[in-house]
């Protein structure tokens, strides 16, 4: 959104990867275990090295580089949640003040009485 144009904007599934894998890097066994027993992964595709993000998505800011890092993450357990990503400091620059901190749980109170209603 930043961009005005999608990040990864493929075609069909294999360029979709391939366009994912241009900027975040060809995905391998340090940053995403067990990637090669994917059904749809080949040790075969080509080998790109991590772009950084700060080029790929110029007008953004420290926070935002750093949420979307989070966010872009290949391995889903080291993937930010997107409840903790609507705490990080992106989301609160005048609260955080440009910080790299944010609250590890969140203290929202919701009341979810009416969702189900």
Not at 40 to 68: C, H, M, R, Y
Request: glycine letters at 4%; aromatic letters at 10%.
């Amino acid at each position: 959104m930043v961009n005005r144009k999608p990040l990864f904007a493929g075609d069909s599934e294999i360029d979709q990867i391939f366009k994912i894998s241009k900027i975040l890097g060809t995905p391998t066994e340090e940053v995403w275990p067990e990637v090669n027993h994917l059904s749809n992964f080949s040790t075969n595709f080509p080998k790109w090295s991590k772009q950084p993000l700060e080029t790929v998505v110029p007008d953004l800011d420290a926070n935002g580089i750093q949420l979307l890092e989070l966010l872009l993450a290949y391995d889903p357990i080291g993937r930010i949640s997107a409840k903790r990503a609507l705490l990080h400091p992106y989301f609160h620059e005048d609260e955080y003040s440009h910080t790299s901190e944010y609250p590890q749980q969140s203290t929202m109170q919701v009341d979810s009485s009416s969702i189900f209603a």
